[in-house]
């Protein structure tokens, strides 16, 4: 991997994703960075859908992740990205264990950034590709979630008025006719 000395944003980023559980069951390992680029893989045995085919689903996570992390080699330290947009195509249905994501910056402005990302299988054959728009967070915000305390790379936002705490029953007008089909 490269040198994390050259990317200081990306250093805490990439410390979360270890106590993420999604990405720890997922299998997923950032493999390189450099200047605007990431490069990932996935592996994992349990990604098989019911009819044995992996879904797009955890592809997109790896590929939207891969994009996340190119874009953190851009921005300074004490800055973060929140996806706005994921977008992804399957090209072929494949029932691989390894997958590897390559993703790549198009636009970075200041408070915006867009990728783009492929999916290879063991084959090293294209089997995705999709997009990522996401907001670059101020680096004013991001120190003050991170003061929060969290281990994760995620805002504490303020509480909810006591009043709002309480859950409410919303009737639609239209649930009777669902209760025909029970």
Do not use: C
Not at 88 to 98: D, E, F, G, K, Y
Not at 122 to 148: C, D, F, M, N, Y
Request: no cysteine; glycine share 6%.
């Amino acid at each position: 991997m490269s040198s994390s000395n050259s990317y200081p944003g990306l250093d805490h980023y990439l410390q979360t994703l270890h106590h993420v559980p999604y990405y720890q069951y997922l299998g997923i390992e950032i493999r390189r960075y450099k200047r605007g680029e990431a490069s990932a893989r996935m592996r994992s045995n349990n990604l098989a859908g019911p009819l044995g085919v992996v879904d797009e689903g955890p592809l997109l996570t790896l590929g939207s992740l891969t994009t996340q992390v190119a874009v953190m080699t851009l921005l300074g330290a004490g800055r973060s990205v929140i996806s706005l947009e994921q977008r992804i195509s399957l090209l072929r249905p494949t029932r691989a264990n390894s997958f590897i994501a390559k993703a790549k910056v198009d636009h970075l402005r200041v408070r915006m950034a867009q990728g783009h990302f492929r999916i290879y299988d063991e084959e090293r054959e294209v089997i995705a590709s999709g997009s990522l728009i996401a907001h670059v967070l101020p680096r004013e915000q991001v120190s003050e979630w991170h003061k929060s305390g969290t281990d994760w790379a995620i805002p504490s936002f303020p509480a909810v008025p006591e009043e709002d705490t309480d859950p409410k029953v919303v009737t639609l007008p239209f649930s009777s006719h669902f209760d025909d089909l029970k």
